[in-house]
């Protein structure tokens, strides 16, 4: 029992600092209401009729003095942060605008259960848990609008991954402010946060194994990192999963399919799994074979190919230094076919469909103007004698 009172002794009591005693003010007031009007003494549900009145006006006092803050010194503020050079205030000031408005809830709670004289251990831990929880609310909206700083702060040491290890680094920072928030409201309840902790070491073995697959995706991030295979933004496929990269978190990678599709996954897949990251290609194949008919001669098949050799060398968005070929390749079943093989100058989806379009009206063009015809598959059928 001597624990149990020790632990409460030394539990957090942070609400009551926030009130400014207004209660105990409101309260003073209600004295001489009670001697001028004596019928307001009378108990609903053995609390005062002029304590119930004061209550919930002192409850609607604050949620509207938390709508003016909101709207008016909040938006003040934000107007004031545009004529600054730095752009984090106006980030941060809207970060604090959710929690700060909880806020005032929570103080109008505790004055209206105070009031009421309903405020009990149990009310009290629960109003200073969403005070504490409302604190360090504000914390992460800070750092979270403060990733800028992080991103600069890491692109010093490597500009390429300044912006997936800044964010790793600030996912790191708002666990601890988490976990510093959580130990905090378990202070609250009067539990030894300490003991608690030291008492997780009996079940350290358990733990350990159960989070050996977190560790795994832990060490496959920093890989990940540490290796460049991958940044967001870039298209990659890995595992049969394609898509664009849309953020490397320290468990997961979050890939958006072309389907939009969200995949999440495990780092550990990632980093053992070969990648295919086509945005670092520079460059895109066009492969192709085109059938010419049978009517088609030899002279007008080389000069085919030689003008549609011509007509890349000369294109604009085909890359002049990778491999280019146009040959007659083969005789088919139904067609004389060229094989074409050339790479464009760009790696940008959109671009390439143009420029393959592009190309494709060329070719179009240099068959039609040597007097030639593109085959289709066909068969023809020789008849030696017709039945009598």
């Known amino acids: 029992m001597k624990n149990i009172d020790t632990n409460q002794s030394t539990s957090l009591n942070v609400i009551d600092g926030l009130d400014m005693n207004l209660d105990h003010l409101v309260q003073t007031a209600l004295a001489p209401v009670y001697d001028a009007y004596p019928f307001l003494a009378h108990t609903i549900i053995g609390i005062p009729f002029a304590n119930l009145i004061a209550a919930i006006f002192i409850f609607i006092f604050f949620l509207v003095l938390r709508r ?81 700083i992080f991103h600069q702060t890491t692109a010093r040491f490597h500009s390429d991954l300044s912006r997936e290890m800044g964010d790793f680094i600030l996912k790191i920072v708002k666990i601890l402010i988490g976990g510093v928030g959580l130990g905090a409201m ?59 990269v849309e953020a490397i978190g320290m468990r997961t990678t979050k890939i958006r399919s072309f389907e939009q599709s969200l995949i999440t996954v495990p780092n550990q897949l990632v980093a053992n799994t070969p990648i295919e990251n086509f945005s670092r290609r520079g460059i895109r194949r066009i ?4 059938g010419l008919t049978y009517s088609t001669t030899s002279e007008q098949i080389n000069k085919i190919v030689e ?17 280019l070929l146009v040959n007659f390749e083969s005789f088919g079943d139904s067609a004389l076919n060229i094989f074409i093989y050339t790479f464009t100058s760009t790696a940008n989806w959109e671009n390439y469909l143009n420029i393959r ?32």
């Open 287 to 290: 492969k192709m074979r085109i």
């Open 307 to 323: 003008e549609i050799k011509y007509m890349l060398h000369n294109h604009e968005n085909i890359s002049s230094k990778d491999t």
């Open 68 to 148: 003016f803050f909101t709207y008016i010194i909040i938006g003040s503020l934000q107007k004031l942060a545009k004529y600054t050079e730095t752009y984090y205030d106006d980030k941060v000031i809207s970060a604090l605008k959710d929690p700060v408005s909880f806020g005032f809830i929570v103080v109008g709670l505790h004055l209206f259960f105070a009031l009421i004289f309903w405020e009990t251990p149990t009310i009290k831990n629960i109003l200073n848990t969403l005070i504490i929880f409302v604190i360090f609310w504000s914390i992460i909206a800070i750092a979270d609008a403060l990733r800028g």
């Open 357 to 388: 379009e592009d190309v494709h009206h060329k070719i179009m063009k240099i068959v039609e103007e040597n007097n030639a015809s593109f085959a289709f598959p066909s068969q023809s059928i020789y008849v030696e004698q017709m039945p009598d």
């Open 186 to 244: 378990l202070q609250v309840w009067g539990i030894n946060v300490t003991a608690l902790i030291a008492s997780l070491g009996l079940g350290g073995l358990a733990i350990a194994l159960a989070a050996k697959d977190t560790a795994s995706n832990l060490f496959g991030s920093f890989a990940l990192l540490a290796d460049k295979s991958v940044r967001i933004g870039e298209w990659i496929k890995v595992a049969n999963t394609e898509g664009v």
